[in-house]
């Protein structure tokens, strides 16, 4: 029973260009939503988070929109880099945090 | 330490014996979870502790894992008669815990590896 789904196992984009990485929930007690970044040998490390209550919130070069209607939220990146290629988790929290499948990411100089 | 430091970082075994990974949460966090990855998987649920509560475990794929955390602090994950399906990273993540909308560090992971 997945309750966290990146249907997406990897996305290609020119750098400069934005990447738009998809995220899905059944569960509707979800109430915080957050994107990790994870290199190769390494931990994920926290990127960007937004609460259930907001539908945007953004920092920097990423953007996540909350549609919760929907059951989806997106992170977007833009503009990318190839520093920005790596395996990207989206999690959501309610009592405890579940994560979904992950994208990688393939940013191209 | 500043961070979540796992260990050991890497460990190799024979198919049917017992492993133990061991986690150090960052200090005064509270909430400690663990997490696998398989090969070309996600990160997949395994158990969740929050401070003196009865751990959630289940994430567990069967009755030869199983995780205590003593004190409060440290957490030991053990694998028991292992199998190769078993081969995967191993992470654990510790939160302060408790007061929702919570930000996860996680450690840099035990590959394991059966043989």
Sequence with gaps: ?109 | GAGVSQSPSNKVTEKGKDVELRCDPISGHTALYWYRQSLGQGLEFLIYFQGNSAPDKSGLPSDRFSAERTGGSVSTLTIQRTQQEDSAVYLCASSLGGQGYEKLFFGSGTQLSVL
């Design chain 1, 1 to 109: 029973d997945q309750q966290v789904k990146q249907n997406s196992p990897s996305l290609s984009v020119q750098e400069g260009r934005i990447s738009i990485l998809n995220c899905d929930y059944t569960n509707s007690m979800f109430d915080y939503f957050l994107w990790y970044k994870k290199y190769p040998a390494e931990g994920p490390t926290f990127l960007i988070s937004i609460s259930s209550i907001k539908d945007k919130n953004e920092d920097g070069r990423f953007t996540v929109f909350l549609n919760k209607s929907a059951k989806h939220l997106s992170l977007h990146i833009v503009p990318s880099q190839p520093g920005d290629s790596a395996v990207y988790f989206c999690a959501a929290q309610g009592f405890k945090t579940i994560f979904g499948a992950g994208t990688r990411l393939f940013v191209k100089a």
